[in-house]
């Protein structure tokens, strides 16, 4: 199982970015998937959720609103849309899922909130 996550960069305080998570090996319209994010000294929290039909999303308090989670099963994809940004979204940024009794992840991609 792979997970590859891309589109971080350096971005201005309000800005936008869409991260995106190529996902291999498993059949990923019958999982979940998940963002999380790792900011400087902290621990990683969860950011953003979708279940394996796409129809359902849930997100921590401090993006809501502000991020958006979606998935295309026919690509096996899954991408953060984040508008707003502040610098304390500033981390790494983690593609994740749960499968065949396994935790999988990414190799996360840096995002950089600041002017």
């Known amino acids: 199982v792979h997970l590859v996550e891309s589109g971080g960069g350096l971005v201005q305080p309000g800005g936008s970015l869409t991260l995106s998570c190529a996902v291999s090996g498993l059949p990923f319209s019958l999982y979940d998937m998940n963002w999380f994010r790792q900011a400087p000294g902290k621990e990683r929290e969860l950011v953003a959720t979708i279940n394996s039909a796409a129809d359902n999303t849930n997100y921590a308090d401090s993006v809501k609103g502000r991020f958006t989670i979606f998935r295309d099963n026919a690509k096996f994809t899954v991408d953060l849309r984040m508008n707003s940004l502040k610098p304390e979204d500033t981390g790494v940024y983690y593609c994740?899922?749960?499968?065949?009794?396994?935790?999988?992840w990414g190799q996360g991609t840096q995002v950089t909130v600041s002017s």
């Open positions: 994740n899922t749960y499968a065949h009794l396994l935790t999988y």
